[in-house]
């Protein structure tokens, strides 16, 4: 199957919208990588609070260890200081929640960042693309073997072709096609592919 017609102008309209297609998807992969790089920074509070209460639960658990060795109130002595480091943990927690829930948000605003947009460009470019490719490989099935079918393109011309096209052809092409003149045919048919973008191989 040919991906893109031989007729120049449409050929270079083609490429131009996969060109584009491309750029715009690799311009929104580069907004939504900044975008998540940014987001992320925010972890940074969370990042704060996780390491200040590993440090406050490291150093009330080593005070709770040293106040067991004071002898007789060594347990009384201890309990406070054991609350401490597990109340620090659940500081340690709560950073961790927040770093867990940046990291979520940026990777999904990363995500729709890529997604949207792309989608939205590629739902207008995707019928057309695959109009071309259909319309082409069923063109290119008439062409094919050893008679090519020249009179159901001639007869989609004469029956779908804008009529400044038709009025272009020599005077007396439709009576001519009528009576089956081959070059009559052979004019409409090429007049029909020129509108895929194909050329009627001589």
């Given at each position: ?7 120049p102008?449409?050929?270079?309209r083609q490429?131009a919208?996969?060109a584009?297609?491309?750029?715009w ?8 990588r ?13 990042r704060?609070?996780?390491d200040l209460?590993?440090s406050?639960g490291g ?12 002898p007789?109130?060594g347990?009384?002595l ?11 943990g659940?500081v340690?927690?709560a ?9 979520t ?9 890529v997604?949207?947009?792309v ?11 695959w109009?071309?490719?259909?319309e ?11 008679a090519p079918?020249?009179d159901?393109?001639?007869a989609r011309?004469v029956?779908t072709?804008?009529?400044p ?11 001519a ?5 081959p ?6 048919a090429?007049?029909?592919?020129d509108?895929v973008?194909l050329r009627l191989d001589?």
């Open positions: 199957m040919r991906p893109y017609a031989q007729r102008a449409l050929r270079l490429l919208a996969d584009g297609l491309l750029g998807t690799l311009l929104w992969i580069f907004v939504a900044a975008v998540h790089g940014a987001v992320l920074a925010l972890a940074g509070p969370g704060a609070v996780e209460g590993r406050v150093s009330m658990e080593s005070a709770a260890g040293v106040a067991e060795d004071v007789v109130v347990d009384e201890s309990a406070p200081f054991g609350a401490l480091a597990r109340a620090s659940s340690s927690g950073g961790q929640s927040a770093q867990d829930a940046v990291e948000l940026a990777t999904i605003l990363a995500v729709a960042l997604v949207l947009p989608a939205w460009l590629l739902l207008r470019w995707l019928p057309w693309r109009g071309y490719l259909r082409a490989g069923a063109a290119a099935r008439l062409l094919a073997g050893p079918d020249l159901l393109l001639a011309a029956a072709a804008p009529l096209r038709l009025a272009a052809l020599p005077p007396g092409t439709g009576a096609w009528r009576a089956g003149d070059a009559a045919v052979r004019a409409l090429a007049l029909e592919l509108r973008g001589t």
